[in-house]
């Protein structure tokens, strides 16, 4: 049941403890600047490329850009749907996520199945997700209908992401919207970790080194950026790319060690 692309991020997570993945959303790229950020990603270490953002973009054009993407790289292209258009041939895997805090049934279980005949006829692998929008949610939650978390009520947040492990989902997103002011705090990343047994992404507005390090070291399992990375500079594309995995690395050398309810520092 799980796919390639499963196993190989399972296992760079075994390994790394921690890994990168840059988000590129084809609303803001070309097919050159795309492949661009990807190459500068997988140089610096980044682990696969995702593709997707909030707002609609024709099939046309994503599949361009992730054809273009996919040309230029070796790491997997996983496709990060905000709807059915978010479907695309030629990625290697799609995050088959569904929006859990959402108000609106399309975007929990609606979407994903007009979606999955054609998953399954692009033989793209499916991995299942739980998505938690939280905070000030930025597009994702208007466009998802989302109730965002407040920050102040980690229980809820904690509640969610157990649902998701215990309906069978196999990973769980934190998203705090993109390009946010507040990335997800790192008390609710811990407080998640040491609850839920299920590798977690966490995403949106994460700019600094220093913040990828303590949202890692808080136990997130892959940090995924994208609009730190969106910079008309081509040299600055590959030094923040390079900061946030410092900052991943350094925060998965010095992680909370989560034993029960319990944690303890490791050094
Ligand atoms: C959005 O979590 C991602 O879905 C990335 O957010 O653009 O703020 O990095 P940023």
């Known amino acids: 049941m799980i796919g390639k692309v499963e196993r190989y991020l399972l296992a760079r997570i075994q390994e790394e403890k921690a890994i990168f993945i840059p988000l590129i959303d084809p609303e803001e790229v070309t097919a050159k600047s795309a492949s661009f950020l990807a190459e500068e990603g997988e140089k610096a270490g980044a682990s696969a490329i995702m593709v997707g953002g909030s707002t609609v973009v024709s099939s046309k054009i994503l599949d361009n850009i992730v054809k273009a993407i996919k040309e230029s790289i070796n790491i997997p292209v996983i496709l990060f749907p905000n709807n059915i258009t978010g479907v695309s041939k030629y990625a290697d895997a799609i995050w088959f996520m569904s929006l859990l805090n959402s108000a609106d049934p399309y975007f929990i279980i609606g979407a994903q199945v007009l979606a999955a005949p054609l998953i399954k006829k692009f033989s793209i692998e499916p991995i299942p997700l739980g998505y938690l929008i939280l905070g000030e949610g930025g ?129």
């Open 139 to 267: 597009a994702a939650a208007v466009v998802g209908k989302a109730h965002p978390i407040p920050y102040n009520k980690p229980g809820l947040v904690v509640a969610h992401a157990l649902a998701a492990q215990f309906l069978g989902m196999r990973f769980i997103y934190l998203e705090g919207g993109s390009g946010v002011s507040e990335p997800v705090p790192s008390d609710i990343v811990r407080m998640v970790k040491s609850t839920v047994n299920l590798p977690l992404l966490v995403g949106g507005g994460i700019r600094t080194k220093k913040q990828a390090k303590e949202i890692v070291r808080a136990g997130a399992d892959i940090i995924v950026a994208s609009t730190v990375l969106e910079d008309e500079n081509p040299e600055a594309v590959g030094i923040k790319t390079r900061e946030i995995l410092e900052g991943i690395k350094e925060g998965a050398s010095h992680r909370y060690m989560f034993i029960s309810d319990e944690k303890e520092e490791k050094d």
